[in-house]
């Protein structure tokens, strides 16, 4: 019954952007008159290309647990990957059509390349909104918070940034975790080694065969990689947070009937619960692997939650 209202919610979020874009549409040129009151408005930008095309692309990564990662049949799963799904669903309605998603493989040097050159439509992984990055691209309301902390073998001596002074330390390329520490490693004259990766799986690697020190990437990255390695005992996330991360969904900028689609639907999942719903079935639930988070939701990402979904996004 919930997935039905759901659903039906869903819908009218999308209905209401279409009505949004239409009306804005006559502020700049009175259409013709439409006779089927189920027509869709005039699309531009992504609605258009995905209604012309009949396909959707989705970035997603593939070692992003919980948010973006392959299971064991290699298909994209995770929290950003429902809500990506979520988001299809309501193009789907908007557009008046049902489309074909497309996957394609990102990496965290490539991710933002892909969605400005319209290889990829929405990006679902595990990345940063910030101003920067915003020049560059639009990104959906703020679904997770994350920080940069260091993974280290039980027992090493490194608790804390200062700690890794002279130390080889891992950081996966094109991330903020990547300037967050060579910030840090200039500010404090640290000698750090830094070894930059493709991945966050090679990071870990590196830390597992002896190869760095540490990896450094967001603290929730860092739990699920131990968790998906079952390395509980044999890893440890130390030291205060480096930086502030807060997760969106990457899309085009200047596309304002994609933006007021995304907006709406964030809100409805917002309010009709859904996004806490898969909240707790990828971060306190088993994963399809067995192994598990259980990483209660923060009180911050609560209070970011609640203001969504009363029509405020951040």
């Known amino acids: 019954m919930k997935t039905q209202r759901f659903r039906m919610a869903l819908a009218l979020a999308a209905l209401m952007a279409a009505a949004c874009v239409a009306r804005a549409a006559d502020d700049v040129q009175a259409p013709p008159p439409v006779t089927d009151p189920y027509a869709p408005a005039t699309l531009t930008g992504t609605l258009a290309k995905v209604r012309d095309s009949g396909t959707i692309a989705l970035g997603y990564r593939d070692a992003s647990v919980p948010f973006s990662y392959l299971d064991a049949r290699r298909q994209p799963i995770g929290y950003s990957i429902e809500l990506c799904r979520a988001l299809v669903s309501a193009i789907e309605v908007a557009i008046h059509k049902n489309v074909q998603i497309q996957w394609v493989p990102v990496t965290p040097e490539n991710r933002m390349e892909a969605v400005a050159s319209g290889r990829v439509d929405l990006e679902c992984g595990s990345t940063t909104s910030n101003l920067e990055r915003q020049k560059r691209v639009a990104f959906s309301p703020i679904f997770f918070v994350a920080g940069t902390k260091v993974m280290v073998k039980k027992g ?20 903020t975790n990547e300037k967050a520490l060579r910030d840090i490693d200039r500010k404090f004259a640290l000698g750090i080694q830094l070894q930059v990766v493709p991945d966050h799986a090679e990071g870990f690697a590196r830390v597992a065969n002896g190869q760095a020190e540490a990896f450094a990437t967001d603290d929730v990255l860092l739990y699920g ?19 502030y991360d807060p997760y969106g969904i990457m899309y085009r900028k200047n596309d304002p009937q994609l933006a007021q689609v995304v907006k709406n639907t964030f809100q409805e999942l917002a309010a009709d619960g859904e996004i806490e719903r898969q ?31 009363g029509g405020e996004a951040q």
């Not at 079952?230 to 030291?239: P, T």
């Not at 909240?279 to 939650?305: C, H, N, T, V």
């Open 156 to 175: 090493s001596p490194i608790h804390s940034f200062r700690d890794l002074a002279g130390k080889k330390v891992a950081v996966t390329a094109g991330t």
């Open 225 to 243: 990689l131990i968790a998906e390695n079952k390395g509980k005992g044999a890893f440890q996330v130390v030291g205060d947070y480096l930086s």
């Open 279 to 309: 909240y707790k079935r990828w971060f306190l639930q088993r994963l399809p692997s067995g192994a598990s988070l259980d990483m209660p939701m923060s009180a911050q990402l609560e209070s970011i939650i609640e203001t969504m979904a």
